[in-house]
Each structure stands twice: as structure tokens, then as C-alpha cells.
């Protein structure tokens, strides 16, 4: 047995009680071990009351974590040292003692070695599915430190890409996160990519092309402005590359759709790959919020597959997501003829109507344009729906960012209570930036949820520039919510604007900071960290009406769990942006691992295509750890700076704090190396 293993699965020989324990189950080759640990996973149903697969082989034997210092989310027994699984479930909860009862020949006992364990995190709003189809496609600024780094990253990706494909970057960045504080220039893009088309979309705001962009999508000083769009123009009329929303994202989305899409074969390993990466940060459940441009069933027909295949490591609830302005009560009526809420199985299955329900109740939240007056015709168009979803029994969920939009689209749901009423029927609100104590209580009176995300987080600065810092220190007013009783579950919504990374978002709730830094919230609105990890577990299962089934570490509840990289509970602020998991568990079985549980875990697929920005930066930016490293890296010039007329390879190499590669460049301002 090698070093390594011997270290994981080691036998418990220290006291009376476990002296009869005997020899750990376990073989010696890792490979095998991978295997028996990690068996494939459950298919979706397609019958309500389908009875779930039989677990494969291998699941039906007791898995045994001993010596992890256990956060349940259960207030009847807060921590716990050990906990043994069995056919997916928690079987017991507790001291290593009281656990290793449960332990038999064929057990699989895995030592922590002292880390931290939680509940799998569930973001209770994502756009996994849409977001699958295209993360081999995507160039992930997240978490870049400078924007020296991450143009020289745009640059490395174009010389990769091969001709018709573009460099996008799609979401989870800002600028007030770089060095610099700056949006890179479009004669900045162009430089690197002077060639490839390159999309970079920032926020709900604006998205940038370069000039082989604008020749691949047709736009001309011919092309007129869209209805809420703006084609950004030069004094001869024509287009810049800068594509304005004003007073929604709509020109942004259609133009990134213009771009090539993966083959089917390449959309599955796509989709695999962020499943992956959402197990490296944690994630075991997410409950899908749909998409524009996201039609059902033509766009599930990949996630129907992996799920058929058994091959999901990320449990997914989705919602359906109307994609025909002015038909929107067509596109329910027709769908809740097609599916019911609830079919499928605990991997997969369906969850109801949005977040789109109407168009005319959209309301955007770009905080650089002013808040958007919803449609005079939007309470009727919008109770047609309500009332249908109602009758039907269909769970629905509406984006809504403003007090305002919120103040009048509860107005119709208390119409349609009136003479349908909600009865319990699963509702909610997502993320109700503004919305005020009067509103909360009225979703409290009518049974609704709140799904919060931080977008404020990414957009924090310009909320504070439009609306100050009085009206910032409570936005979303989260405390408030939960004193008034209102189920609230934590999300990203992720991937278009906000990080798909969970531990930003714990890290917003925690400090109050945004990204770039900036304090929106003093302690008052801060959350604690349990409180905070509560809403990312336990409080996200309400969403999908799982509370009682998964988000806490116990008996009888779905083995959904995450080791962490370091204590979330202890460490700095700061530090919680750059927790991970090293291993991560999905109804009993190890589906990621790293560090000392990596041969525990299932070997990770190659990426394809060859190409693919995932090859080379894979996923959220992870700092680089030591100064062997930093030299290993390639450099992209030679000699002095002819800006700042510092020596480049000099001073990277120095004992001085500047020698961190990941943050040099932007810490000087200088992006010289870049082209």
C-alpha cells in the first residue's frame, strides 16, 4: 500500500471499544479504490413516483469518516467527529465510538485528519444547464487579480482559438477587482486579439467586441439599435465594439448566441467539466433558474442525457423559463401539459415556472442606468400566468430586483389568492435587492421564499455612485427577512454576471466587502458564518421543497458533504474567497478529490476541445503558491520597462512582496508585458 493511501485508510486502534475492529476495508490498488468509492450515479425519472435506481455496486457497503470536526446545520447536535453512510443516506452522526458501531468487513473508513467538514453547499439559483453548454467555450476572468493578468490571459487564449471560435468571457468579473480599477479598453482587446473574435460581457451593462467580432456578427453603421440595446458608434456612425444595455441585457445575450456553439458530443464533457469544478468549490446541489435562450426540452436534451447516463455529480432541481415574449401563457400551458413538478428523482428533476414569467415584469438590475419602470399592461399579463401556474399546482419563482416592481407584482399574487389560493404552493422571490420591510411581510403572509445572491457584491460600486451608502447598508436586507420568518437560501446566478464561486458569495455575506473591497455593510448587516453557511445548506433546500432531505449533516438525510481546504469558522475574512473542498461527497460517493484524497476520487476527463480555455485555466483563478512556481512561468518580455523603467525579470524574482506573479503587474499598473 503507498504512502498516500496509507494515510486515508488506516485502521482505528486506539481504545477499548475499537480494539475489535480489525483491518480497514480497502485494496491497495488506487485505482480500484476510485472505483469502489465512487460508482455511478442515479438516472433522472420520467414518471412522477418513478421509484429511484438501485445505487450501483459498492454503494450498499458503510462508508466511515472519522477524525473531521463536523458542522451539520442540525441544532440538535451542532458538531460531531464521525459519520458513517449507507446506501446514500447518513446512517449515524456522532463520535468516532458511536460511528465505528456501524462499521463491517466491507466498510470503507477514511481518515480527515482534523479538516472541517459542512453540508454540501446548494445554490438555490444558477444557470448550470445553460452553463454547461458553453464552460469549454469560456475564458474565466474570476478572480484574476490584475488587469495586466487578464489581458495576457485573452491574449494567450486567441492564439489558441481556431478560426470560426471566439475568446468570450462571460460573467464573474469586475474591474473594481483588478489593480488597476479599470475596464480594459477596446483598443486594448484589440491588441491582444487583433484577429480572433473576442465577446467580453460585463455585468448586465455592457459587452465588448473587438473588430473581428463586429465583422463575425454583421454589425455595420447600417445595423440599427435593438429595442433596449445600444450599439455603441464613432463619429463616421461606425460601430466601436461597445454594446450598450439600456435598459436590458438583451443585445448582449443575442449577440453572444450569435457565436459558434460546441457539437453535442463536445456540450457533454462541457457540462461535466463545470459539474467538476462546482464539486471542487463545494457545490452538490443547485436548482437550475432557466435562461434566456434556454428552450425546453431542445436545450435539456444534454442534462437529460447525463442524467440517463448516470453520470451527474451535481444534484439539480430546474425551472422553466418563458422564452416568447407575448406568448408566455402559451409556453406554461403547453409545458404544464409536458411535466409535472417533482418528476424525476433526487438528481434531477423538475421544479416549476421562471425566473422569467413575464417579460413586461422584467426588471433588470443595471445600477449604471436608472431603475426601469415596469409596462402599464404588466399586471395582467402577468396574473394570466400566475393564476395558470396556480391552478396547475406549479411551483414559480420571479427575478425581482426593485421594491417597486416587487410593491406590484404582489399585488397580483394577493388577487389571485383571493379566489385561487397558494394553498403552500412553493413561490418565491429572486434576489429583491430593495425590497422593504412592508413587502417582506407580505411575502411572509403568503408563504413566499427570497433566493439572494451577490450581485451586490460585483456591483456594489455603482449601486453606491447612483443610490449612496445609507440605502447600500441593507440591500438585500437579509437579516430582516430571516427575523420576519421568510425562507431565504443563498445563490450566485451565476454564470452571466455574478461567480459561480459559493465562497465569494460566503465571503460577501460575512465581511459586508465587495470584490474590489469596498465595505457595503457594517456589522449590524453582517451575517455570522454559521448563519451565512445555513442559508448555502439547510435554507437553499426549502427552494426545491427538500427541507428534511438534504442540507444538513444528518441521520437519515441525503450524504451530500464537503471537506474543506481550510476551517471557514476560524479563518480570516479574506481567506474564505480562497476556500476549496478537498474531497466532496454526492449521496455517498466520492466524486472530487484533492490533495491527500485525491485516489479516492474518479480521475478527472480530459477537456475538450484541445483548445479549450478549461485546458489552460481551469475554472476560478487560483493564486500561484510558491516562488518555484512563480520562475517556472512564462514571461512575456525581456529586459526594462519602457513605461515605468523597472527591470521585469529582476524585480519578479525578488524577496520584495511585488515577486508574486498573480499580482505584480497590476500591484505597478503595468501591462507592457501583455502584447
Known sequence: MNNNRRNILKSVASGAALATFGAIAGRSDPAAAANAASPSLPATAREPGRKEQAVAAGASS????????????DKSRPTATAVAIKDGKFLAVGDIEDVMRHRSADSQVIDLNGRTVI???NDSHIHLIRGGLNYNLELRWEGVPSLADALRMLKEQALRTPNPQWVRVVGGWTEFQFAEKRMPTLEEINAAAPDTPVFVLHLYDRALLNRAALRAVGYTKDTPNPPGGEIQRDASGNPTGMLIARPNALILYATLAKGPALPRELQVNSTRQFMRELNRLGITSTIDAGGGFQNYPEDYEIIDQLAREQQLTVRIAYNLFTQNKGKELEDFQKWTS???PGQGDDFYRHNGAGEMLVFSAADFEDFLEPRPELAAGMEDELEKVVRHLVSQRWPFRLHATYDESISRMLDVFEKVNRDTPFNGLRWMFDHAETITPRNIDRVHALGGGIAIQHRMAFQGEYFVERYGTDAAAQTPPIKRMLEAGVPVGGGTDATRVASYNPWTALYWLVSGRTVGGMKLYQSGAQ???????????????????????????QEGQLADLAVLSADFFSIQEDAIKSLESVMTVVGGKIVFGAGEFRELAPPPIPVLPDWSPVKTVPGHYRQVNTKQQVAALPHQCAGACGVHMHAHDVARKSSVPVSNYAGFWGALGCSCFAF
Open 119 to 121: 453540508p454540501g453547499l
Open 527 to 553: 451575517l455570522s458564518r454559521d448563519t451565512a453557511l445555513e442559508l448555502w445548506t439547510n435554507g437553499s433546500a426549502w427552494f426545491s421543497s427538500d427541507q428534511g432531505k438534504k442540507g444538513r449533516i
Open 62 to 73: 458503510t462508508m466511515i469518516l472519522i477524525n473531521g470536526r463536523f458542522h451539520t446545520v
Open 338 to 340: 409536458m411535466i409535472k
